[in-house]
């Protein structure tokens, strides 16, 4: 549980960081770029690297995908029938099709089924999530962002010059290989400011007064990705037929809330960012009840 606690008080110290003029108002995208551009790739990178695929877990690769389809279907019905505009669409989108499946959901299935289940956690988030987070996340930017081309040429461009999209292709290339202590190091300590960059930079835009406009969206994000979502992802599972613990794992992560990168995106991106990075905030305040809940269920099913 020090890991929730540890997410919890960046969020806070980023809040609290707008009222101390050493943070102007450019320290948030400052932040943004230094993930965007060193980071989050380092962390696909490694990732990748060394990754064992198994086809006995397909399953927990296979619904995280599912989930992000049925997102664009419903987000895109929704997005007609409330007139959205494309930059709120693509922020809503980058919400509800991406969970907090690492950096939140790992300690959270460790702290709820044990350390031993944490594996299964892994395989949902690097097959399914972080792929979906490098591909469907740029395809998204690269379609909604303000003043981005629609052509399918603009869109390639874009998600072949995005860093993390690279380090994704690199790290397939490079699976197998072997690299020296001092560039393996030097990729952990890019890495390892990820967690905390992120989150402080969520907490410093994060607003809990917001405009009744932003309410809607706002509370549909919450609703889909982790009320929906887990009912979802219960569905494919009961008609598979897994039970124990792929089952429980599967659904947990499967309820968690928006991811943390979908808002670094959103706001890089030049979409709603406001929207994304508060739908962040208040799942992770709500997941402290909702998940709770939820393992109390699976524990009964």
Request: glycine fraction near 8%; charge should be neutral; charged fraction near 10%.
């Amino acid at each position: 549980m020090e890991n929730l606690i540890f997410i919890l008080v960046l969020l806070a110290l980023g809040k609290l960081s707008r009222k101390i003029p050493a943070f102007d108002e450019n320290t948030a995208n400052v932040l943004n770029q230094f993930v965007i551009y060193l980071s989050f790739p380092a962390t696909v990178f490694l990732k990748i690297n060394g990754l064992k695929l198994e086809t006995g877990l397909l399953v927990l690769a296979v619904v995280p995908w599912v989930l992000v389809f049925l997102s664009i279907i419903s987000v895109r019905l929704i997005s007609r029938a409330l007139g959205w505009d494309k930059r709120l669409e693509g922020a809503v989108l980058l919400s509800v099709a991406l969970g907090n499946t690492s950096f939140f959901g790992f300690p959270a299935v460790s702290a709820f089924f044990g350390d031993h289940n944490l594996g299964y956690a892994i395989i949902y988030d690097q097959l399914g999530t972080f792929f979906a987070l490098s591909v469907f996340g740029t395809i998204v930017v690269s379609v909604y962002g303000s003043g981005s081309s629609a052509s399918a040429g603009g869109i390639v461009k874009k998600i072949m010059s995005f860093p993390p999209f690279l380090a994704l292709l690199c790290g397939f290339v490079l699976i197998r290989a072997e690299f020296p202590p001092v560039l393996v190091t030097l990729l952990e300590g890019l890495s390892a400011t990820l967690v905390p960059l992120v989150i402080f930079s969520v907490g410093s835009q994060l607003r809990f007064n917001q405009p009744l406009s932003n309410v809607l969206p706002i509370g549909i994000i919450l609703l889909l990705k982790m009320i929906v979502s887990p009912v979802i992802a219960f569905a494919i599972l009961a008609v598979t037929g897994i039970r124990g613990d792929i089952f429980q794992v599967c659904i947990f992560e499967a309820a968690m809330p928006p991811m943390v990168m979908a808002g670094i995106l959103a706001v890089t991106g030049n979409l709603r960012g406001e929207i994304a990075t508060a739908a962040i905030g208040y799942g992770i305040l709500l997941s402290f009840v909702t998940l709770p809940l939820l393992y109390l269920l699976l524990s009964m099913a």
